[in-house]
């Protein structure tokens, strides 16, 4: 969708996250907007938290402090980066009791595992190891490979212990990644804390995860999609909404003339050579536009529709993968 450079004045421009192509900027109208005598000022502010960059823009000096250190709360206790987390604990020791937040966020995961086929699967950790996406070292695994690690994969194979709050690997060499889910769950507790402290306006983009609070001066947030390859795909208005894309373009290597993305199959335990090139899911809340958005990347082209109908009251822009232009 076209829009003139004229009426806009970019607050945010791209948030480019080093490998992000596939990003969400936002804008507002180009001069400053008068309201009761006083111009309307919206502070913004950006932090690098959970491997991304961190926008904040809202008229509440204070709103940027409140999410940064709501993101890095999250990021200390389910990075599988951090040593200290409880994720990687559980990683290391294959069965711990875990805070009820840790246990409510993998609860969750499992959940979508099974509303979306079995395509959002936080076991995929020891995939990812395997592609060489946890260190950069890419690496195409041979198929035996591939079927050694896929026995440690499938939300299956995870123990719930509700009583007590215990996660539990059935198999030795099992690992859970929440990748796909922490910065969605990250923006919904960062809305919690600035409600609490009485901010109902804010816009928080975590490259590419959005959180639009309340309004901009009376006005929805206006958002602003970017496909791939620098295209402005389509403009959203949010009001209390979160929207999250996932794309084949956002971290991925070349071996020969294939791109292989981050986001895997764990049914084939390959990276998901999708139809889809990017998905932008806008849900009530973060942590379930974060999750959809990346199982739509894995169900690709022929198996989206059956997601969607599932979830009527999210909204899917999807682009697909045009073929002549696949690399
Ligand atoms: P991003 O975090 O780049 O915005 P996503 O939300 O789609 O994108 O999450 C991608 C990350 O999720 C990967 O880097 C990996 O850690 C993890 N992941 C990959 N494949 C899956 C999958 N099928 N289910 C759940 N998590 C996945
Ligand atoms: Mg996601």
Same mark, same amino acid.
Request: aromatic share 12%; glycine share 6%; charged share 25%.
């Given at each position: 969708?076209?829009?003139? !450079?004229?009426?806009?004045?970019?607050?945010?421009?791209?948030?480019?996250?080093?490998?992000?192509?596939?990003?969400?900027?936002?804008?507002?109208?180009?001069? !400053?907007?008068?309201?009761?005598?006083?111009?309307?000022?919206?502070?913004?502010?950006?932090?690098?938290?959970?491997?991304?960059?961190?926008?904040?823009?809202?008229?509440?000096?204070?709103?940027?402090?409140?999410?940064?250190?709501?993101?890095?709360?999250?990021?200390?206790?389910?990075?599988?980066?951090?040593?200290?987390?409880?994720?990687?604990?559980?990683?290391?020791?294959?069965?711990?009791?875990?805070? /009820?937040?840790?246990?409510?966020?993998?609860?969750?995961?499992?959940?979508?595992?099974?509303?979306?086929?079995?395509?959002?699967?936080?076991?995929?950790?020891?995939?990812?190891?395997?592609?060489?996406?946890?260190?950069?070292?890419?690496?195409?695994?041979?198929?035996?490979?591939?079927?050694?690690?896929?026995?440690?994969?499938?939300?299956?194979?995870?123990?719930?212990?509700?009583?007590?709050?215990?996660?539990?690997?059935?198999? !030795?060499?099992?690992?859970?990644?929440?990748?796909?889910?922490?910065?969605?769950?990250?923006?919904?507790?960062?809305?919690?804390?600035?409600?609490?402290?009485?901010?109902?306006?804010?816009?928080?983009?975590?490259?590419?995860?959005?959180?639009?609070?309340?309004?901009?001066?009376?006005?929805?947030?206006?958002?602003?999609?970017?496909?791939?390859?620098?295209?402005?795909?389509?403009?959203?208005?949010?009001?209390?909404?979160?929207?999250?894309?996932?794309?084949?373009?956002?971290?991925?290597?070349?071996?020969?003339?294939?791109?292989?993305?981050?986001?895997?199959? !764990?049914?084939?335990?390959? /990276?998901?050579?999708?139809?889809?090139?990017?998905?932008?899911?806008?849900?009530?809340?973060?942590?379930?536009?974060?999750?959809?958005?990346?199982?739509?990347?894995?169900?690709?082209?022929?198996?989206?529709?059956?997601?969607?109908?599932?979830? /009527?009251?999210?909204?899917?822009?999807?682009?697909?993968?045009?073929?002549?232009?696949?690399?």
């Amino acid at each position: 969708m076209a829009f003139s !450079p004229k009426t806009r004045k970019i607050l945010v421009v791209f948030l480019i996250t080093g490998w992000s192509l596939t990003l969400i900027y936002y804008f507002t109208q180009s001069k !400053p907007l008068k309201h009761s005598q006083q111009t309307k000022q919206l502070f913004s502010d950006n932090r690098l938290l959970m491997g991304t960059f961190w926008q904040v823009s809202s008229a509440d000096k204070q709103a940027a402090e409140i999410v940064f250190s709501e993101a890095s709360r999250i990021e200390q206790l389910l990075s599988k980066y951090i040593q200290t987390s409880e994720v990687f604990q559980l990683n290391r020791l294959g069965k711990l009791k875990v805070s /009820p937040e840790t246990f409510y966020i993998i609860k969750q995961s499992l959940e979508f595992y099974s509303q979306t086929f079995g395509a959002f699967d936080i076991t995929v950790a020891p995939l990812i190891d395997l592609w060489g996406f946890t260190n950069q070292k890419y690496h195409i695994p041979s198929d035996k490979e591939i079927e050694s690690v896929l026995n440690l994969v499938g939300n299956d194979k995870i123990i719930l212990h509700e009583k007590d709050n215990v996660v539990e690997f059935k198999i !030795p060499g099992m690992k859970i990644d929440l990748g796909a889910i922490a910065k969605g769950y990250a923006l919904d507790c960062a809305v919690k804390k600035l409600k609490e402290h009485k901010i109902d306006n804010c816009l928080i983009n975590a490259g590419g995860q959005i959180y639009a609070l309340g309004d901009n001066f009376g006005q929805s947030w206006r958002i602003a999609i970017r496909g791939i390859k620098y295209k402005v795909e389509g403009t959203l208005r949010l009001k209390n909404k979160s929207a999250s894309t996932s794309g084949n373009y956002e971290q991925f290597f070349f071996k020969g003339q294939k791109r292989y993305c981050h986001i895997l199959n !764990p049914k084939t335990g390959y /990276p998901v050579d999708s139809s889809i090139a990017s998905a932008t899911v806008v849900c009530d809340t973060g942590l379930e536009a974060d999750a959809l958005s990346t199982a739509i990347l894995v169900l690709g082209k022929d198996r989206k529709n059956a997601l969607i109908r599932k979830f /009527p009251k999210a909204k899917f822009y999807i682009q697909e993968e045009n073929p002549h232009e696949k690399q």
